[in-house]
């Protein structure tokens, strides 16, 4: 069965920013690694529980070029500011994979209080992180 995904699109700082969303539940934000090649279809599993939020980072995938966003630090201040205009009605869980969970990790050092948890793998390994539904 095909993953259906709401398209959202909103305009971050000049960028157009493209987030698919699945699901409903407490939200849960994945970020992807240096290409979408891994895809979203993962997010179909956690649907039924949680409100998946799938950002193409800025110059990647289905957004919009950025030459503004050159260093890890832009693409972390990128990500933030689109939090603040997702407004979501909770903390977000946070999820990386490879060059998405440095990001990941680089938030949640940077803005812990903005996240619920979350699970990081820079390294590349398939890794599942463990959500809980509280």
């Not at 987030?19 to 934000?29: E, S």
């Not at 799938?54 to 933030?80: E, N, Q, R």
Request: net charge neutral.
């Amino acid at each position: 069965m095909a993953v259906q995904f709401e398209t959202l699109e909103y305009d971050i700082d000049g960028t157009k920013t493209v987030v698919m969303a699945i699901g409903r539940g407490k939200p849960v934000l994945f970020l992807h690694g240096a290409s979408t090649l891994e895809g979203f279809d993962f997010a179909e599993g956690l649907a039924d529980r949680f409100r998946v939020l799938c950002p193409s980072h800025p110059g990647f995938g289905f957004s919009g070029p950025a030459p503004h966003v050159a260093t890890m630090s832009d693409m972390v201040l990128h990500y933030l500011n689109l939090l603040d205009v997702l407004r979501l009605p909770e903390k977000p869980h946070l999820i990386g994979f490879s060059m998405g969970g440095w990001m990941a990790t680089e938030l949640a050092g940077l803005a812990r209080e903005a996240f619920r948890q979350g699970g990081a793998d820079r390294a590349g390994r398939a890794q599942r992180p463990r959500i809980s539904g509280h």
